[in-house]
């Protein structure tokens, strides 16, 4: 399966749940007014300007949601750079006019959207720039954020994998254990079990594509050893099934030997991932084990927000 087909999405189609996410977010702010403003600002109708500009270095992201949310206020957002353009400090990314109260009530969520989605953008750029269509970003995300923070990781240059359980058949361990456990019971289960529990799986989801009409969607299986690697490339090589295989929490040394063991199984037209505990910092060596994708949740969990602020032409 071609890598764009497996690990790429279309985030048109979410364009208007993006806005809604936004809007409650925005909400959760407000609850029920801007009791500051209200206090101290005397004419809170008053037209003003501000710009957005970045403090840092990095890429930007976020456009969208900070559009959105200002937008709805009346307000006159206009951007002056595009999503993943590459940001110096002090750059203005847009200029902002309209009524003071809605500007002092919208800015810090459009700035939160800016700065998380820009901070995952710059995080995935500084790893996909030195691994060009190695880098994906997994489903774990901030809860609400999907589309955004995924959206986030394909400006960077990373691949999105999928987006939600209905994306894409992923057999994951906890699959496996429950039909191990349909199919032997509470007997122990061996390596030669877990192999069975795999092929059974995958042909299960192979049944379910063909019957249902997906055979756009990709089947991917997470594995744990060798053996069950080359059983999944045995397969792959007679039933056309999986399109992925997934070394899961594997040392690079591990991954090297799959890697090697599944091609001359399976030949080069599988994709294969490694994922769990992958890092910046040894990124590198499980690129060169050899794997078509590394996925890892640190671009998305652990990226440090971009400094980003909204200042009021004239007081500075």
Known sequence: MEKDKAYNRNFEAHRDRVRYQAKLALDDDIKTGDITTRAVVKNNKKTENAIIVAKDDGVLCGLQEAKAIL??????????????????????????????????????????????????????????SKHPKKVASLRKTHPGLCFSEKRAVKVGGGYTHRLGLSDGFLIKDNHLATIAKELFGDDPITEEKKVVTIIEALRRAKRYRINNWMTDFFIEVEIESIKQAIAAAKLYKNEGIPDMILLDNMKTQEVARCVKAIKKEAGEGILIEASGGITAQNINDYVESGVDIVSTSEITLSAKPLDISMKIIGYK
Request: glycine fraction near 10%; charged fraction near 30%.
């Open 71 to 128: 937008e709805e206020g009346g307000l006159q957002f206009v951007a002056k750079k595009m999503e993943g353009d590459l940001l110096k400090k002090k750059d203005i990314i847009a200029t902002v006019r309209g009524n003071i109260g809605e500007i002092l009530k919208r800015e810090r969520t459009a700035l939160n959207y800016l700065q998380i989605l820009s901070g995952i953008a710059t995080a995935t750029y500084k790893l996909a």
